[in-house]
């Protein structure tokens, strides 16, 4: 079974960049099965899907984020990623990564790790 | 774009209870619908897909059912580690969109 796990900076300063890596263990990202995907929880609230990409590259967006959203992926390191530009602190959130099976919902999911935009 | 509606947003329950919870989209989705749990300082974890399908490894107590616009998650005997927060989530299949229910939390 694979392991997501993220990581990046836990703070970041209001208008700065915020950008998270995910990396795959124990699987391949380049599955035909798959897709990556961002998910994000403000304290105390619901869950907000962010974007997800395809390993050939190809991504999608939540509308309500589009415009400052960036998702990619690197084979090569078995790695995607999120870049979330112009951040307020209504970011601040736990940003977990999973994996979508296919049009079967997100089976596996890394632990999260908080960010705080301050 | 698609809204999930869950309620209630809250359900006191006890041990042994069966429990429903309804999820309603905005559109029709077909059965392109999943049921998560999430515990405090947990990722979530997927229970139901294509609105009636168990995950494995998920308990046969959890069981979905549903198509169109309505949907419902039923626990059929409440047992102390199901108290958690569920939430539905839709999946667009022509381009892979998602958008999650705001929440139903099962208390004591």
């Known amino acids: 079974q694979p392991q997501l796990q993220e990581s990046g900076p836990g703070l970041v300063k209001p208008s700065e960049t915020l950008s998270l890596t995910c990396t795959i263990s124990g699987g391949s990202i380049s599955s035909r099965n798959y897709y990556w995907g961002w998910i994000r929880q403000p304290p105390g609230k619901g869950l907000e899907w962010i974007a997800n990409v395809y390993y050939s590259g190809s991504t999608f967006y939540n509308p309500s984020l589009k415009s400052r959203v960036t998702i990619s992926v690197d084979t090569s390191k078995n790695q995607f990623y999120l870049m979330l530009n112009s951040v307020t602190a209504s970011d601040t959130a736990v940003y977990y990564c999973a994996r979508q099976r296919a049009s079967d919902g997100l089976d596996i999911w890394g632990q999260g790790t908080m960010v705080t935009v301050s | 774009d698609i809204q999930m509606t869950q309620s209630p947003s809250t359900l006191s329950a006890s041990v042994g209870d069966r429990v429903t919870i309804t999820c309603r989209a905005s559109?029709?989705?077909?059965?392109?619908l999943a049921w998560y749990q999430q515990k405090p300082g947990k990722a979530p974890k997927l229970l139901i897909y294509r609105a009636s399908r168990l995950e494995s490894g998920v308990p046969s107590r959890f069981s979905g059912s549903g198509s169109g616009t309505e949907f419902t998650l039923t626990i059929g005997s409440l047992q102390p580690d199901d108290f958690a927060t569920y939430y539905c989530q839709q999946y667009n299949s022509y381009s892979p969109t998602l958008t999650f229910g705001g929440g139903t939390k099962v208390e004591f």
């Open positions: 559109q029709s989705i077909s059965s392109w």
